[in-house]
Nanobody, 122 residues
Framework: QVQLAESGGGLVQAGGSLRLSCAAS????????MGWYRQAPGKQRELVAT???????NYVDSAKGRFTISGDNAKYSVYLQMNSLKPEDTAVYYC????????????????WGQGTQVTVSS
Protein backbone atom coordinates (compact mmCIF):
# COMPACT_ATOMS: atom_id res chain seq x y z
CA GLN A 1 0.00 0.00 0.00
CA VAL A 2 1.14 3.55 -0.72
CA GLN A 3 0.87 6.08 2.07
CA LEU A 4 1.44 9.82 1.91
CA ALA A 5 2.60 11.77 4.94
CA GLU A 6 2.39 15.55 5.08
CA SER A 7 4.30 17.83 7.40
CA GLY A 8 5.04 21.51 7.82
CA GLY A 9 1.66 22.95 8.67
CA GLY A 10 1.11 25.27 11.58
CA LEU A 11 0.08 28.71 12.76
CA VAL A 12 1.61 31.76 11.13
CA GLN A 13 0.84 35.46 11.00
CA ALA A 14 -0.37 37.08 7.82
CA GLY A 15 2.56 37.83 5.55
CA GLY A 16 4.54 34.89 6.87
CA SER A 17 5.74 31.73 5.17
CA LEU A 18 5.37 27.99 5.55
CA ARG A 19 6.81 25.04 3.64
CA LEU A 20 4.72 21.91 3.34
CA SER A 21 6.28 18.56 2.59
CA CYS A 22 4.76 15.28 1.50
CA ALA A 23 6.62 12.00 1.26
CA ALA A 24 5.35 8.70 -0.05
CA SER A 25 6.08 5.31 1.41
CA UNK A 26 5.46 1.96 -0.20
CA UNK A 27 6.29 0.53 -3.56
CA UNK A 28 5.93 3.00 -6.45
CA UNK A 29 6.96 2.54 -10.08
CA UNK A 30 5.79 5.92 -11.41
CA UNK A 31 3.59 8.90 -10.63
CA UNK A 32 1.90 11.05 -13.26
CA UNK A 33 1.21 14.12 -11.15
CA MET A 34 1.77 15.30 -7.57
CA GLY A 35 -0.21 18.09 -6.02
CA TRP A 36 -1.62 20.00 -3.11
CA TYR A 37 -5.28 20.63 -2.39
CA ARG A 38 -6.91 22.47 0.48
CA GLN A 39 -10.25 22.51 2.22
CA ALA A 40 -11.42 25.37 4.38
CA PRO A 41 -14.28 24.93 6.87
CA GLY A 42 -17.61 24.84 5.08
CA LYS A 43 -16.01 24.83 1.65
CA GLN A 44 -15.24 22.22 -0.97
CA ARG A 45 -11.74 20.88 -1.43
CA GLU A 46 -9.91 22.89 -4.08
CA LEU A 47 -6.76 22.43 -6.08
CA VAL A 48 -3.86 24.62 -4.98
CA ALA A 49 -1.00 23.48 -7.18
CA THR A 50 0.16 20.49 -9.20
CA UNK A 51 3.38 19.35 -10.79
CA UNK A 52 3.66 16.65 -13.42
CA UNK A 53 6.41 14.09 -13.75
CA UNK A 54 7.77 16.27 -16.53
CA UNK A 55 7.95 19.30 -14.29
CA UNK A 56 4.96 21.24 -15.60
CA UNK A 57 3.22 23.20 -12.87
CA ASN A 58 -0.27 24.55 -12.43
CA TYR A 59 -1.61 26.89 -9.74
CA VAL A 60 -4.96 28.18 -8.61
CA ASP A 61 -5.13 31.89 -9.38
CA SER A 62 -5.03 32.88 -5.71
CA ALA A 63 -1.71 31.06 -5.25
CA LYS A 64 0.10 32.41 -8.29
CA GLY A 65 3.09 34.53 -7.36
CA ARG A 66 2.97 33.46 -3.72
CA PHE A 67 3.20 29.66 -3.70
CA THR A 68 5.77 27.43 -5.38
CA ILE A 69 5.37 23.70 -5.86
CA SER A 70 8.35 21.43 -6.38
CA GLY A 71 8.83 17.72 -6.55
CA ASP A 72 11.47 15.06 -6.21
CA ASN A 73 10.68 12.18 -8.55
CA ALA A 74 13.46 10.05 -7.13
CA LYS A 75 12.14 10.32 -3.59
CA TYR A 76 8.46 10.62 -4.58
CA SER A 77 8.14 13.74 -2.51
CA VAL A 78 6.39 17.01 -3.17
CA TYR A 79 6.76 20.39 -1.51
CA LEU A 80 4.77 23.60 -1.34
CA GLN A 81 6.54 26.81 -0.41
CA MET A 82 3.92 29.32 0.69
CA ASN A 83 4.90 32.97 1.03
CA SER A 84 2.91 36.10 1.78
CA LEU A 85 0.26 34.01 3.49
CA LYS A 86 -3.19 35.48 3.98
CA PRO A 87 -5.96 34.57 6.44
CA GLU A 88 -7.96 33.19 3.50
CA ASP A 89 -5.24 30.58 3.00
CA THR A 90 -6.34 28.97 6.25
CA ALA A 91 -7.36 25.39 5.51
CA VAL A 92 -6.39 21.77 5.81
CA TYR A 93 -3.87 21.07 3.06
CA TYR A 94 -3.85 17.64 1.45
CA CYS A 95 -1.16 16.02 -0.61
CA UNK A 96 -2.27 14.04 -3.65
CA UNK A 97 -0.44 11.66 -5.97
CA UNK A 98 -2.31 11.02 -9.18
CA UNK A 99 -1.82 8.22 -11.68
CA UNK A 100 0.35 6.11 -9.42
CA UNK A 101 1.56 2.82 -10.84
CA UNK A 102 2.96 0.49 -8.22
CA UNK A 103 4.43 -1.81 -10.84
CA UNK A 104 5.40 -1.37 -14.51
CA UNK A 105 2.23 -3.12 -15.62
CA UNK A 106 0.01 -1.99 -12.77
CA UNK A 107 -3.13 0.08 -12.95
CA UNK A 108 -3.09 3.77 -12.17
CA UNK A 109 -4.49 4.85 -8.79
CA UNK A 110 -4.74 8.06 -6.82
CA UNK A 111 -3.63 8.50 -3.22
CA TRP A 112 -4.29 11.17 -0.61
CA GLY A 113 -2.50 12.19 2.56
CA GLN A 114 -4.26 12.75 5.89
CA GLY A 115 -3.92 16.51 5.68
CA THR A 116 -2.03 19.17 7.60
CA GLN A 117 -3.61 22.25 9.14
CA VAL A 118 -2.46 25.68 8.04
CA THR A 119 -3.79 28.61 10.03
CA VAL A 120 -2.98 32.19 9.11
CA SER A 121 -3.84 34.82 11.70
CA SER A 122 -4.60 38.41 10.79
Amino acid sequence: QVQLAESGGGLVQAGGSLRLSCAASGSIFSVDVMGWYRQAPGKQRELVATITSGGNTNYVDSAKGRFTISGDNAKYSVYLQMNSLKPEDTAVYYCNFGGVKRYWNGIRQDYWGQGTQVTVSS
